[in-house]
């Protein structure tokens, strides 16, 4: 599977921001006199994140500011920062608000996961990994397999194929209902001579497209052609042209296996 050349938020890694839809409701009276300093930072995190997710990132930096005020050492507050500073095109302060983060408590996998994301959108990949791998050490985190799957992506990009297809299976054992890393597998599988796998994930992966969990695209349809291709399954790899033919006539896989033909 082709890699998306930069990871932005809402992608590959796991962003708290994506859990935010819709307008931002925010309170005009001020946090009284009950409420703790932590609470207080907290919710003002949660108002960055919103305005971050809408993309209105002076309003954020507004909120993070007050955040920091009152607690500077939050985690999150620092580590959204970084997620502004990055959407911004801030690579420096982006990177040195998630390392800031970390240095606080390098036990705070998310943040890990943001710097390992801005790590892979700079090209940084062997550091990306680093962290990616860091993360996974934390056995109670939520989004456990999520970080095993990029790590896949990040081996499967510096050609390690082996290693990329154990952190895809990692990620599956985690987690099962991932159409993604069963497309990913397929291809790995069938790049390494392993053509029983490899049908076996592409059908799972075939499952979960006509069930409506996932689309078809470009690259997916080439990788099931091949696939079948390399079963002898004419029927099937004739299907699948078709299916790219239609609906990606302009897609570089049509006109790459066109020349095939």
């Not at 590959?12 to 309170?27: D, M, S």
């Not at 302060?93 to 801005?118: M, N």
């Not at 029983?196 to 006509?210: C, I, P, Q, S």
Request: proline share 2%.
């Amino acid at each position: 599977m082709m890699l998306n050349a930069r990871v932005r938020v809402g992608s590959i890694l796991i962003f708290a921001v994506l859990l935010l839809t819709g307008c931002v409701t925010e309170t005009t009276s001020s946090f009284n006199n009950k409420a703790s300093a932590s609470k207080a930072a907290d919710s003002y995190v949660e108002l960055a994140l919103a305005y971050l997710r809408n993309r209105e990132y002076d309003l954020a930096l507004n909120r993070l500011e007050k955040a920091l005020e009152i607690s500077p050492q939050h985690l999150e507050a620092n580590a959204i920062l970084g997620l502004v500073y990055q959407e911004q095109g801030e690579a420096s302060h982006a990177e040195a608000q998630y390392r800031k983060a970390i240095d606080i408590d390098p036990s705070f996998t998310r943040g890990r996961t943001y710097l390992a994301a801005f790590l892979f959108n700079q090209g940084r990949l062997d550091e990306s990994l680093e962290e990616s791998r860091k993360a996974a050490e934390d056995l109670k985190f939520n989004g456990r397999y999520q970080i095993f799957s990029n790590i896949g992506m990040i081996e499967s990009q510096l050609g390690r194929q082996t290693q990329a297809i154990e952190a895809y299976e990692k990620s599956l054992l985690l987690r099962r209902d991932q159409p993604n890393c069963q497309l990913a597998l397929s291809g790995l599988y069938l790049a390494t001579g392993n053509l029983t796998k490899a049908a076996r994930n592409y059908g799972l992966f075939w499952e979960a497209v006509r069930s409506g969990d996932t689309r078809h695209t470009p690259a997916s349809l080439e990788t099931g052609i091949q696939i079948a291709r390399a079963a002898g399954d004419k029927d099937k790899e004739a299907s699948l042209w078709l299916y790219l033919k239609n609906e990606f006539p302009n897609s570089a896989e049509y006109q790459r296996l066109s020349k095939g033909q």
